[in-house]
């Protein structure tokens, strides 16, 4: 019998498994998946974590991959420009973009060396639970076809947006809201070696430095343009990375890119159920907003972090195990109900003119712009940043 199964592999599934093992617990992950796998992503990591990836010990590993540092920031909107870098956490102020196929096996090799038994090619076919409805362990699948059933004191569902482990548990969605964009992406050459943000009515397109001298260059498009872009993504695509930032489309248009264009439209916004009669779930399987704010790989972190937080050594005693996982459904939501919805503010991609009479008022000022790229990193709230001396500063610049 384990303490924890964990079901997914990724950067939640991982950090979690990787966590509860340093906690002393004994621990299975598996992932239907062969690694190491590619994988939809921005692929960006806030600075909060960052400094868990420091924390952690595996931050060198992640840097040994050749990923650059992503310690300038760059948002052009209309006429104004907000250059900086968020303020430091923990003293570590970059933030880091590597290729999911080499993060996620970093996450799961350090898992399986804090003595995680992993499992690759194992899908779960079946949550088992006692007659009190308690999750008790799994059923799985094998990669030659068998079955196999172990047990545990907690199941971790870890398995994405579109988990599989919350229908069998029945977690139920809380908060939801519609989807607000697509999203379509590919890899350049070169291009640049910052971070940089340009928005526009109904546009937004992001560059993410990453492995092997190339940038990802995302475009984000409102959800009820999805079926006209699908039709030619390309060029659509190119269409908004030109209008949107023709400085950036000069560096690319007589460039073929590295990759196919990959894209989705399904954009989901939900809060589920983060725990239950002993299973909980990270990451994406319980929490995922647009990835226009790039939050997610950061808030599978966090999320790792609070349940084995949260939990502490109370694993064995029931009692506790129970009043753990209560406090972690608190604090999860309390934790991330904030930028869930400043996300879907910006998603709706609207440039309204009292933000834009804000973003004046900080541009040039450079402790207000490396704090407005701290709010887009999470690292202080957006209360923390439109202070009575912000607004006071705001109303003197208006006309």
């Not at 991959?65 to 102020?93: F, K, M, N, Q, W």
């Not at 609070?306 to 209560?326: A, F, Q, S, W, Y």
């Not at 910006?346 to 440039?351: D, M, R, S, Y």
Request: glycine share 8%; aromatic share 8%.
């Amino acid at each position: 019998m384990y303490d924890v199964i964990v079901v997914g592999a990724r950067c939640a599934g991982a950090s979690t498994a990787m966590l509860f093992a340093r906690a002393g617990y004994r621990v299975l992950m598996v992932d239907r998946a062969e690694f190491p796998r590619d994988t939809l992503s921005t692929l960006y990591i806030h600075q909060p974590g960052v400094a868990l990836l420091r924390r952690w010990g595996v931050l060198d590993k992640v840097i040994a991959t050749g990923c650059p540092p992503l310690d300038r920031a760059v948002y052009r909107i209309a006429d104004i420009r907000i250059e900086g870098c968020s303020i430091p956490v923990d003293g570590h102020r970059a933030a880091y973009a590597p290729r999911r196929y080499l993060l996620d096996e970093i996450l799961a090799d350090a898992a399986v060396a804090s003595g995680v038994e992993f499992r690759q090619g194992c899908t779960v076919t079946e949550v088992l639970s006692d007659d009190e409805g308690q999750a008790i362990g799994v059923r799985c699948r094998t990669s030659d076809g068998g079955t196999t059933e172990e047990h545990a004191r907690l199941v971790v569902g870890a398995d994405g947006m579109r988990s599989r482990f919350a229908t069998m548990v029945d977690s139920r969605i809380t908060t939801e809201h519609p989807a607000a964009t697509c999203a379509y992406y590919t890899y350049w050459e070169g291009v640049t070696d910052r971070f940089e943000l340009y928005e526009a009515p109904g546009r937004w397109v992001g560059t993410v430095p990453t492995n092997d001298n190339a940038t990802l260059i995302a475009a984000y498009f409102p959800q009820s343009e999805f079926e006209r872009v699908r039709k030619d993504a390309m060029g659509a695509y190119m269409e908004a990375v030109r209008g949107t930032a023709p400085e950036l489309y000069a560096k690319i248009a007589s460039q073929t890119p590295l990759e196919r264009l990959h894209g989705t439209g399904d954009q989901r916004n939900y809060f589920r159920e983060a725990a239950g009669l002993g299973w909980a779930l990270v990451g994406d399987a319980g929490h995922h907003k647009d990835s226009i704010t790039a939050r997610g790989i950061t808030d599978a972190f966090r999320q790792a972090q609070l349940l084995v937080d949260c939990i502490g050594t109370g694993l064995r005693d029931p009692e506790k195990l129970i009043d753990g996982l209560e406090e972690y459904a608190y604090q999860r939501d309390e934790i991330l109900v904030d930028a869930y919805h400043s996300t879907l503010s910006v998603a709706a991609l609207e440039v309204a003119e009292h933000r834009l009479s804000m973003l004046r008022t900080v541009a040039g000022d450079q402790e207000l712009m490396d704090r407005y790229f701290a709010t887009l990193a999470g690292v202080i709230g957006v209360e923390e940043f439109f202070t009575p001396d912000l607004h006071a500063r705001e109303e003197l610049t208006r006309p």
